[in-house]
């Protein structure tokens, strides 16, 4: 089993960066792939960027150049690095993780608005 908590979101101006950060409460080095969610007032989850233990990063179209998913196995930790925010990124961003089924996180809230 395995808790994730998320911290880093806060309210930005357009154009602006956040850093996102997911704290696992254990060991991250065997769980295969972690990934963050997000999900808009009224919308569905979308999945956002996904980090494999081994293999290619994937990451959403509509973030693909601006947003940076890493992890680091030492510090149990994720993160989203997000540039060039713009409002239509709002949402409300999940921690996911796959070991053994899947886990979430409670999220963190992002708001883009001047």
């Known amino acids: 089993q395995v808790q994730l908590v998320e911290s880093g979101g806060d309210l930005v101006q357009p154009g602006g960066s956040l850093r996102l950060s997911c704290a696992a409460s254990?060991?991250?080095?065997?769980?295969?792939?972690m990934a963050w969610f997000r999900q808009a007032p009224e919308k569905e989850r979308e999945l956002v960027a996904a980090i494999p233990s081994n293999g290619r990063i994937n990451y959403a179209d509509s973030v693909k150049g601006r947003f940076t998913i890493s992890r680091d196995n030492a510090k149990n930790t994720v993160y989203l690095q997000m540039n060039s925010l713009q409002p239509e990124d709002t949402a409300v961003y999940y921690c996911y993780a796959f070991a053994g089924q899947n886990y979430w996180g409670k999220g963190t809230l992002v708001t883009v608005s001047s």
């Open positions: 254990r060991s991250i080095f065997s769980i295969n792939t």
